[in-house]
Every structure is written in C-alpha cells, then in structure tokens.
C-alpha cells in the first residue's frame, strides 16, 4: 500500500508493526495520560467515583490519546499542555462508548461487563453524561480559549453524528454519502480534533494544522469503517466486545450499504429489508454470509484502505521526523487490519 513519500520509507514502514510497537515513541507520554485519566476519579463525589473508576479503568488502544502526542512532536515538541489534551479527548471517547453500550444493548467492552451490564441503563446513561460534562469543564483550563471551543465543537459533532444514525436505523435510503457525513461527526471528529490540536497547542503553521486535521478525520474515517466490518464479519472472542449489534439495531453500515447496492432487483432489496426487520439470528446470519458473497464486505475494505492512503498524502507537507513516521506507520497498520476483510 503505497502510503509513505518515498520507496525506501515505504520499506522501513512494512510490514506493518503493531499499535503499541509504533506508540513505544511516546510511551512516556502515554503513561502520563493514563494516570491522568485515572486522576479524573477523584473530582467527583466519592458516591460516584467507584462508577467513573470502572469507566476509566479498561485501558483500550487510547489511539486518539496517541494522535494528539505524535502531532505535537511532529510540529515542535510534547509538553504537558499535549497530555492534558490527549486526557480530555480520551474522556469524551470514553463517554461516547458508553452511551454507544447502553443503544447497542452491548454486553462486553474490552474483555469486561459493560457499565450498563452491571448498573443498568439509568445510572450509565448519567454516568456518560457526567464524563463529557468533566471532558468539556477540563478543556475551559487552556490559556487559548479557541482550543476549549474546538473540543466542544468536536464534543457536539459526536453526538449529533450519533442522534443522525440512531434517527436513520432500518432505512434503505440512507445513501453513502449521507452514511460518510454520519461517521465522520461520531466517530473522525475526534480523531481530526486530536491531530488538529496537538499542532495548533505548538503554534504550527495553518498548514501544518490543517494536514493533521485532515490526516485525523480521514484516519478516524476508516476506523469506522474497519469497526464496521468487524462487527459484521469479526471474532467475538479475539474482538473483546459485543458484536453483531449493527445488524440487531439496524444500522446500514458500508457492507450493508454496498450489498443494498448489489442488489438492484426490488425482490432482492426488499428480502435484506425484511432480514433487517426481522433481526433473529437466522435473517441476519443470511446477511452476512450475502455481504460476503457479493463482495460487499470486501469493497468497505477496500474504501477504507483508500481513505487511509489519502489520509497519509498530507503528512508529506511535514517535516521528516520519527514521529511523522510513526503516524504513518499507524496508517499502515489499520491499513492492515481493514485488509483482513478484503
């Protein structure tokens, strides 16, 4: 795949290392974070910290934490002003994931209970609600007021992407680019807030900013395209969470979408509507395997490596350093991972 800027980076750059190999850079960093988030436990009522704890505490990829880091010392430097705003992005990410739960009706999340799966919906609804809230009060610390509006701007486009998907589940209408529009509000918002940030805390160029910018929102694009395919065709037991929940809540992800686009016949629409509605195991076993078979699965794939290579060409804008390498390289790897679906 041909992402780096020259033949003999693109060599030093195969195959393609795993996530935590290629965040070992900013290891240091990373630790810091994490104790970071942990320390968030204590500005709430000890009522509730044994909740935010359990929030806080399922350490997943924290690949938006690794972003704003790797932009920062792609553009000048890491200071603590860059781990207080890979802290707040991860704290939103995690209370998107825990109203995702409580939608989904998931079970699992990184191995263990979701939070809705041992308190119910009632408290982990407010508990989420509480992690933004926090997320939102910690950013308004910044010296650069435009900073805090950027993660509240980013903070909204997540949750406006969400109500978007929630109010076109089981519609086969939904078009590509209105599901591309969707998924980049919930899910690359982030992602392009993270990289965005970690350049403009260091004073970096517009367009260095805005190369990060765009290598986050293409990035984050395909991540969901990737989570997409996973959930339809992934392993639950390697994947560490619930999965199959799309199909069950009737989410038209980009498989399903290309398998609609197959299916030209109204006959043939109209057995993947009623699959969709009916939601038992059998209907959307059918689902899958007919995602497979057409070759829908694999052209979300397929789209998703494309998203990553362009989000890739950006970064040649930036000067040449190990921590530009190691955002390619991050390229790279979900390039891999998308690629197992193909």
Known sequence: MPLPSSESEERELTPP?????????????????????????????????????????SSGKRLRPALALLAAGATGGIDARHVSLATIIELIHLATL???????????????????????????????????????????????????RAIARAAREVCTGELLQTQRRFDLQLSQAEYFRIIEMK????????????????????????????????????Y????????????????????????????????????????????ARERINQALLNGDAASLLTLRQAARK????????????TLIEEACLPLNTLGMTRYR????????????????FA
């Open 325 to 340: 390498r190691a955002l390619k390289e991050i390229g790279v790897r979900l390039g891999a991972m998308v690629g197992q």
């Open 294 to 305: 057409a070759g829908a699965l694999a052209a979300a794939a397929t789209a998703g490596r």
């Open 17 to 57: 290392r795993e996530l935590a190999q290629i965040t070992a850079l900013i290891q240091p960093q990373l630790v810091a974070v994490e104790e970071s988030i942990l320390q968030q436990v204590q500005a709430f009522d000890p009522a509730v910290q044994g909740y935010v704890a359990y929030a806080c505490g």
């Open 98 to 148: 825990i109203h995702d739960d409580i939608m989904d009706g998931a079970d699992t999340r990184r191995g263990q209970p979701t939070a809705n799966a041992r308190w119910g919906n009632s408290i982990t609804v407010l508990l989420g609600d509480s992690l933004f809230a926090h997320a939102l009060d910690l950013s308004t610390r910044f010296e650069e007021t435009d900073i805090s």
């Open 224 to 267: 969901q395209i990737y989570d997409d395919c996973l959930d339809l065709a992934g392993d639950e037991a390697h994947a560490g969470k619930t999965l199959g929940t799309d199909l069950q809540k009737g989410k038209l992800t980009l498989p399903m979408l290309f398998l609609l686009q197959t299916a030209s016949e109204n006959g």
């Open 187 to 222: 899910t690359a918002a982030l992602f392009g807030v993270a990289a965005e940030l970690g350049a403009r805390l260091n004073g970096a160029s517009d367009a260095a900013v805005r190369a990060l910018r765009d290598y986050g929102l293409k990035l984050g694009t395909a």
